[in-house]
């Protein structure tokens, strides 16, 4: 059975820091990727950060324009669990994050590309 459980999510003022984690059960997708989305109310999903194992301790990752300078996306092999680390957080980053994971994409900001997701957690940034 696989499944993957975000937790981490909470209340922060702005320009403060939360660190999301994603444990994955069930199936490691070493071939494939696990990302990191969230949404807004009214909004579509959005692509925030991905990470792809290249071998080895090696890792590939990439993120949308518009938080590449302030969260951080890791991986802990050994635990099957993806980080979200978010910095200098706004109120427009309100919103929930989901994890999503996909033994086959490469390299996608799509969510309908991904075959797993988690339940979600609720981030709220005040102003």
């Known amino acids: 059975q696989v499944q993957l459980v975000e937790s981490g999510g909470g209340l922060v003022q702005a320009g403060g820091s939360l660190r999301l984690s994603c444990a994955a059960s069930?199936?490691?997708?070493?071939?494939?990727?696990m990302a990191w989305f969230r949404q807004a109310p009214g909004k579509e999903r959005a692509f925030l950060a991905a990470?792809?194992?290249?071998?080895?301790?090696?890792?590939?990752?990439y993120y949308a324009d518009s938080v590449k300078a302030r969260f951080t996306i890791s991986r802990d092999i050994t635990k099957n669990t993806v980080y979200l680390q978010m910095n200098s957080l706004r109120p427009e980053d309100t919103a929930v994050y989901y994890c999503?994971?996909?033994?086959?994409?490469?390299?996608?900001?799509?969510?309908?590309?991904?075959?797993?997701w988690g339940q979600g957690t609720r981030v709220t940034v005040s102003s």
């Open positions: 069930g199936r490691t997708f070493s071939r494939g990727a």
């Open positions: 999503a994971a996909d033994d086959s994409v490469v390299d996608s900001r799509r969510a309908n590309d991904y075959d797993y």
């Open positions: 990470i792809r194992w290249t071998g080895g301790a090696t890792y590939y990752t």
